[in-house]
């Protein structure tokens, strides 16, 4: 099957954080056209403040008027901003969140038009964008309206670990009210969807961890697990949805038994992004399952506090590129083997283990 260069488009987040910086660390590197051609949605004048305080002088992207304009062997721009925009490092302004939607929405425009092939986004303040346009909690819940997506799941993702969360950018104490068998059933489906889709892993295990200490140790420390997140896991399991739970988070992760499953449903954000960025923060990527478009992001903020002096990591901005292209590439994939019932087959009759599937048809590593 022939493969297409895929187009990646990259919003450029806050201008007074440190997306530019690992935007053009990250597109330095010249073997990243190989993969993609990427086309970043911002301003040549943010750019180059940006270069002089990193004091980058061996970079500079190609400015271009469309992605159709974009030079596959360059780091191309699109002017998205008037000459008038004003970049205070360190700083949230409200020019500064501005600055972020606009680039967030001519990118998503681009993307859903078919002009790019996959988003990657640089961190926003969650603050200061927030407008009559902007009113969402990020990134997730804004793609999830714009696309008209029934759900999403928020999906952190590296070698090691994949982890989404049931209840995302929520108040903690709301999460026992949001908890329902009905919202851990939408979740694993999508997760299930995910992972065979986006990542190549015929057969799925899924981990589910408990709400409360112990996975409320035989309901004395809650109830929750026993009334709500247990049988939403039998019922998935029903759905030959390979589904293993509760277990109580903290003996999950510390034991390593996050290392048998292909994917962990966590309860709430903090529960399952501060195991999952103590062990991949350089290394992880946030995956937003569910859209009918492809996007990711770095795990990091904005980070005002490092702005401009050179100390930002581009590592989790370039695993979040790569993978992009990779789930793009793998539901083209996908696509193809479902599209032929008797290439499908013949795979299936032929490899009973995912691990003997050829490389050319799942490409990830799987857990069985």
Do not use: W
């Amino acid at each position: 099957m022939e493969r297409k260069t895929v187009v990646a488009g990259i919003s450029h987040g806050d201008i007074n954080g440190i997306g530019y910086e690992v935007i053009i660390k990250a597109l330095m590197d010249p073997t990243i056209n190989d993969f993609c051609v990427p086309v970043v949605y911002g301003s040549p004048k943010v750019a180059a403040y940006h270069r002089k305080a990193l004091n980058i002088n061996n970079f500079s992207f190609n400015n271009i008027r469309t992605p159709e304009e974009a030079n596959p062997r360059k780091a191309n721009l699109i002017n998205c901003l008037d000459d008038n925009v004003r970049v205070e490092l360190g700083k949230s302004t409200t020019h500064g969140g501005e600055a972020a939607f606009v680039s967030l929405e001519r990118a998503v425009s681009d993307l859903k038009s078919g002009k790019i092939d996959v988003l990657v986004t640089a961190p926003i303040d969650k603050k200061n964008i927030q407008s009559d346009k902007f009113h969402f909690n990020g990134h997730t819940e804004y793609l999830k309206e714009s696309a008209g997506a029934d759900d999403v799941l928020m999906f952190m993702v590296s070698e090691s670990l994949k982890i989404g969360v049931a209840t995302g950018h929520v108040p903690l104490r709301q999460v026992p009210g949001l908890i329902t068998a009905d919202l851990i059933l939408k979740k694993l489906r999508l997760m299930n969807q995910s992972l065979i889709l986006d990542f190549g892993i015929r057969k799925p295990r899924i981990a589910v961890l408990g709400l409360n200490p112990h996975a409320g140790d035989n309901s004395l420390l809650g109830s929750e697990e026993a009334e709500v997140i247990a049988p939403a896991v039998e019922q998935a399991v029903k759905e030959n949805i390979l589904a293993f739970g509760p277990f109580p988070a903290d003996g999950f992760f510390g034991a390593g038994s996050f290392a048998h499953f292909d994917g962990i449903l966590a309860m709430y954000h903090d529960q399952g992004l501060a195991p999952f960025k103590a062990l991949s923060f350089d290394t992880g990527v946030n995956f937003t399952a569910g859209l009918p478009f492809i996007r990711t992001s770095p795990v990091h903020g904005t980070a005002f506090q490092i702005a401009g002096k050179g100390e930002a990591s581009e590592s989790s901005f370039r695993q979040a590129l790569y993978l992009a292209c990779d789930i793009f590439r793998n539901r083209q994939t996908y696509s193809e083997i479902t599209r032929n019932p008797l290439k499908k087959q013949d795979i299936e009759i032929h490899a009973e283990r995912v691990d003997e599937l050829p490389p050319e048809i799942f490409n990830s590593e799987h857990t069985l």
